[in-house]
């Protein structure tokens, strides 16, 4: 098992940036595919964006494409997302997952479903003023 551990969330302006981190003990993560998600209140959690074990491969979801982006450092078991021009509607939970392969496509479709992941971080809150 995998454990991940986000940090670098807080409270920004609309139209300021943040990066967050997710810190991975455990398992294998060299050869483990890593996402990011997000859970606003009342709404279902929410892919972002995914990369492959080798950080060479990356995946994003339309709403945060030329926005966010995801990358990894396996020298020191880390994830990271750079979030610029922060939306208020960017507001809710962000967390960290895990899943055993490496690549973030299936040979039909991206790894973009909470299924998709075995292992989760306990999330980071972002808030977003207007």
């Known amino acids: 098992q995998v454990r991940l551990v986000e940090s670098g969330g807080g409270l920004v302006q609309a139209g300021g940036s943040l990066r967050l981190s997710c810190a991975a003990s455990g398992g294998t993560f060299g050869s483990t595919a890593m996402g990011w998600f997000r859970q606003a209140p009342g709404k279902e959690r929410e892919f972002l964006a995914v990369i492959g074990w080798s950080g060479d491969t990356t995946y994003y979801a339309d709403p945060v494409k030329g926005r966010f982006t995801i990358s990894r450092d396996n020298d020191r078991n880390m994830v990271y997302l750079q979030m610029n021009n922060l939306k208020p509607e960017d507001t809710a939970v962000y967390s960290c997952?895990?899943?055993?392969?490496?690549?973030?496509?299936?040979?039909?479709?991206?790894?973009?479903?909470?299924?998709?992941?075995?292992?989760w971080g306990q999330g980071t809150q972002v808030t977003v003023s207007s």
């Open positions: 997952a895990a899943r055993p392969g490496g690549a973030v496509y299936s040979g039909r479709r991206y790894y973009n479903r909470i299924s998709d992941y075995h292992s």
